[in-house]
């Protein structure tokens, strides 16, 4: 009977929705240490990296199915439920093209040509900066329900994503950049491994695209 | 008359039981708001509680304990057995206490109100009969059960939609809410010190004039608003909790006013839910003294204080536990929500408490908890709960009814 009031409240999805964007982040930033780590050819430390890498991938997949499990259809929220459990799905994409990406450099013991080698470390810190910028701006969720998504702190989220958007155009001009790079070298190299560079380029590159996206879904929970 | 004697006591102690199991349940209802969105600690909480709880039961509690002492029952067709009265009043009591303990075991979500009308409803249409009960004035507590937690509910999302166009979607929150908190503070006080002047006091030998009623009640609620805005003043932003909106130090200014609310809503809750135990008992005690039923005097204090004072036994010896348990489960109600569904809830229950209306204060507390929602203002309210306290209102009547009807059939047996 006591507890009458107590029940209709259901599990919020708020703190564990911004728990799942800061474990997709932490697993996202890894990639630094990793590809230093892979230029500088210390393939030891790369492979500890990576395990640290796998990890946060699991226990991002964890929250995400524990978010899932309570996130059942007779909740009533201000946002639709579908809208959160996209927001979630591109966040969880985040650590799953991390997980891939070092993977591939991993499995191939692949080297990153010095001529493009800085180049690619700067590709890679701004599309982990796009992730840090999708962290944050998830991180006024809490603020954004508090404040009934209207008002002053709309505006203030809303120019989070607008910087969000302005790093991805940056990381999409980076990769042109790169790949012209890596155009004018590949006639030397080995093909396979010029397919595979230019692969781990676009799964880097979709590191950023999943923040946008990030950024998009918050968006729709601002129309509301 | 030794049987007078009888019949006193054992209404005495059943009230008293009845009483207890409010302080020990029904009470963490109405003040978990306020430990769960953290304005209150436990202790304060336990506090507030037992001081408004009692002083709602004996100031305001008179008028619903006349309606379930002579307003369901048609006691002219008991002058020449005012001793089935007895019975079935001692029924009543035993079973909404036996149905509340079966539903509290198996966490049922059930309301006292529900249960004990229920119960007089069903030992007076079958141990009495059908014409003995007056369907009118229980039609009206029926109704009264639907409209209670719409108005609440609706009352809850103005409040909330006013807060959020003038604090909350501003460019400067923090400043709003020290601006406009402390004129809530004054309407919420206002709002409980009218009604309670208006209708309550009469019976404790104060009988101020329309006019000085409304001066009195202003002038209370304007010295409470002015406290409240000397502590509103004083709160700085936390920097270590705190991002650019200062939405946290904005909870803890209505923090304050929830204080306020809080005090309303045990003032509130006392001061309906006390008749549920002792409007049966003030039932049996006309009965007993004069040997007759029909007498329409007030319901004497003596009776109102057993009602309260049990109300705070109930909760200085189980109930804290139970507000504590349910306070930590309502996190998502934090102050600005909270204050709205609490403003709202005690406002609804003490003006049925002033016309006499016994309502379920739980039930109002939900509707006003899903007005807020209805204005977005909660993170997750579960639709499946909703259902289960909407079915659960449906059976309880029936359920106490019954068990009144079993009870009554022993009694007569049993009792001189």
Redesign the interface.
């Known amino acids: 009977m006591a507890n009458m009031l107590a029940n209709i409240f259901g599990s919020s999805p708020v703190v564990p929705l911004e728990k799942h964007m800061g474990i997709a982040f932490d697993c996202a930033r890894q990639l630094r240490g990793f590809f230093a780590a892979v230029v500088a050819g210390n393939w030891d430390e790369a492979a500890a990296v990576r395990t640290q890498i796998v990890d946060l991938e699991r226990e991002a997949d964890k929250v995400k199915k524990e978010i899932r499990l309570h996130l059942s259809k007779s909740l009533f929220m201000p946002v639709p439920r579908e809208d959160l459990l996209e927001l979630l799905l591109v966040q969880d994409k985040i650590a799953n093209r991390t997980k891939d990406v070092s993977g591939i450099v991993i499995g191939r013991k692949m080297v990153i040509p010095e001529s493009i080698a800085e180049l690619f470390l700067g590709f890679v810190d701004r599309n982990v900066a796009a992730a840090k910028q999708a962290r944050k701006s998830v991180r006024e969720l809490d603020e954004l329900f508090t404040a009934g998504f209207r008002g002053n702190e709309v505006k203030l989220v809303t120019a989070m994503i607008e910087e969000l958007d302005c790093i991805e155009t940056e990381t999409d001009d980076q990769q042109v950049a790169l790949r012209a790079a890596l155009f004018k070298i590949e006639a030397d190299m080995n093909p396979i491994d010029v397919v595979f560079i230019y692969k781990v380029i676009d799964l880097t590159g979709e590191i950023a695209d999943m923040a946008e996206r990030v950024g998009r879904r918050l968006e729709l929970l601002l129309s509301h | 008359m030794e049987a007078e004697f009888v019949y006193i006591g054992l209404a005495a102690l059943f009230g008293l039981f009845m009483a207890w199991g409010i302080g020990a349940?029904?009470v963490?209802?109405a003040m978990?708001?306020s430990v769960g969105s953290k304005a209150l600690t436990i202790k304060q909480a336990i506090l507030v509680a037992a001081v408004f709880e009692f002083l709602g039961a004996v100031l305001a509690g008179g008028e619903v304990t006349s309606t379930i002492r002579s307003g369901i029952v048609d006691a002219g067709l008991l002058v020449d057995t005012p001793e089935l009265l007895v019975y079935g009043m001692l029924a009543s009591l035993l079973a909404a206490g036996t149905w509340?303990a079966i539903?509290?075991a198996n966490?049922?979500?059930?309301s006292t109100t529900h249960s004990i009308v229920g119960a007089i409803v069903g030992f007076a249409a079958v141990g009495l009969g059908i014409e003995a009960v007056h369907w009118g004035q229980v039609g009206t507590i029926v109704i009264s059960w639907v409209v209670s937690p719409l108005t609440a509910g609706f009352i809850a999302y103005l409040i909330y939609q006013s807060v959020?166009k003038l604090i909350?979607?501003?460019?400067d929150?923090l400043e709003k809410a020290k601006r406009y908190v402390p004129v809530y503070i004054f309407f919420a006080a206002l709002t409980i010190t009218l009604v309670t002047i208006l209708k309550g006091l009469t019976h404790v030998g104060l009988d101020l004039s329309l006019h000085n009623s409304y001066y009195l009640a202003i002038g209370i609620a304007a010295v409470i608003a002015l406290i409240g805005a000397v502590a509103v003043r004083n709160i700085r932003p936390d920097k270590k909790a705190e991002?650019?909106?200062h939405?946290h130090t904005v909870?803890r200014v209505f923090g304050i006013l929830m204080i306020v609310t809080a005090c309303g809503m045990a003032f509130a809750h006392g001061s309906n839910d006390v008749a549920n135990a002792i409007g049966p008992v003030a039932a049996i005690i006309s009965v007993a003294h004069t040997g007759a039923v029909a007498s329409k005097s007030a319901v004497s204090i003596w009776v109102l204080v057993l009602g309260g004072g049990g109300i705070v036994i109930g909760l200085a010896t189980y109930g804290w536990k139970?507000i504590a348990?349910?306070g930590q489960?309502?996190t998502?109600?934090?102050p600005?929500r909270g204050f709205a569904a609490e403003l709202a809830a005690a406002t609804t229950i003490v003006i049925a408490s002033g016309t006499g209306l016994p309502i379920s204060t739980?039930h109002t507390?939900?509707g006003a908890?899903?007005g807020v929602?209805l204005?977005?203002?909660?993170?997750?309210?579960?639709?499946?709960?909703?259902g289960r306290?909407f079915v659960s209102w449906v059976v309880t009547i029936p359920a106490g009814a019954l068990l009144a009807i079993v009870f009554f059939t022993i009694l007569k047996a049993v009792l001189p």
Do not use: C, M, Y
Request: proline share 4%; net charge neutral.
């Open positions: 349940n029904d963490a209802n978990a708001t509340l539903a509290s966490g049922w979500p059930v959020l909350l979607h501003q460019d929150p991002k650019k909106q939405f909870e139970v348990t349910v489960k309502i998502q109600l934090t600005s739980t507390l939900v908890v899903l929602g204005a977005r203002g909660i993170e997750a309210i579960d639709l499946r709960v909703v306290i």
